[in-house]
């Protein structure tokens, strides 16, 4: 079994999920006095999503450092960024692993160790990997974060919009006769009561502790 430690060697210039432009479209806003704060909503849905997913969208070079923290040989090990768009390096206790030598599936990350043809495991007490992972996001012409995750955050961010005119102390209340209403509050969003349209949007791309 192996614990691992990762570092953001380039970082990504926007973590944002969704562009300024798209949302104000979808609001039928055209005035740009609000720019700032419509942008401070990006932010802050997309920081949600991503937390909420446990994971970083968009696309950075790391490097990630896997330490073996017991004598059992491991059949895998699984990178923490994904998809993984390329490997750089590979090591095994300061020694390159030759391509050849191991297979990666991008999607989820996961890297085997090879010997020949056949699979092998992994005995080395340190593996560093140097890579590429993430997805290129809205803004871009390159882009290919997955529709889904932009239209979440999009949504989310419509919602923290509307409710910037409620009182931000409310977050429930009853009116006789009519019913109840919960609030999201921003800077105070509890995933566990998002509306299902939203969370089902993104379940498929939450990043699973193993």
């Given at each position: 079994?192996?614990?691992?430690?990762?570092?953001?060697?380039?970082?990504?210039?926007?973590?944002?999920?969704?562009?300024?432009?798209?949302?104000?479209?979808?609001?039928?806003?055209?005035?740009?006095?609000?720019?700032?704060?419509?942008?401070?909503?990006?932010?802050?849905?997309?920081?949600?999503?991503?937390?909420?997913?446990?994971?970083?969208?968009?696309?950075?070079?790391?490097?990630?450092?896997?330490?073996?923290?017991?004598?059992?040989?491991?059949?895998?090990?699984?990178?923490?960024?994904?998809?993984?768009?390329?490997?750089?390096?590979?090591?095994?206790?300061?020694?390159?692993?030759?391509?050849?030598?191991?297979?990666?599936?991008?999607?989820?990350?996961?890297i085997r160790r090879l010997s020949g043809d056949s699979l092998s495991c992994w005995t080395a007490s340190k593996i560093i990997v140097a890579y590429t992972a993430g997805y290129v996001l809205p803004g871009n012409?390159?882009?290919?974060?997955?529709?889904?995750?932009?239209?979440?955050?999009l949504m989310l961010t419509k919602l923290m919009y509307f409710s910037r005119s409620r009182d931000p102390l409310v977050k429930e209340e009853t009116i006789d006769g009519v019913g109840s209403a919960s609030y999201?509050?921003?800077?105070?969003?509890?995933?566990?009561?998002?509306?299902?349209?939203?969370?089902?949007?993104?379940?498929?791309?939450?990043?699973?502790?193993?």
């Open positions: 079994m192996y614990s691992s430690l990762i570092t953001v060697v380039t970082p990504a210039t926007t973590k944002s999920l969704t562009t300024r432009d798209r949302v104000k479209s979808e609001l039928g806003v055209t005035s740009n006095s609000d720019n700032a704060g419509i942008d401070a909503l990006i932010a802050d849905s997309s920081r949600i999503i991503s937390s909420y997913c446990d994971r970083v969208f968009a696309q950075e070079v790391v490097s990630e450092v896997f330490r073996r923290g017991s004598w059992r040989p491991a059949e895998s090990i699984i990178l923490s960024r994904f998809p993984c768009t390329s490997i750089a390096s590979l090591t095994e206790d300061g020694v390159a692993v030759a391509g050849s030598n191991w297979e990666a599936d991008p999607e989820t990350g996961i012409p390159s882009r290919d974060l997955p529709e889904d995750i932009e239209r979440a955050c999201y509050v921003r800077g105070a969003m509890d995933m566990s009561i998002m509306p299902v349209e939203i969370t089902s949007l993104i379940e498929p791309y939450r990043r699973i502790a193993v």
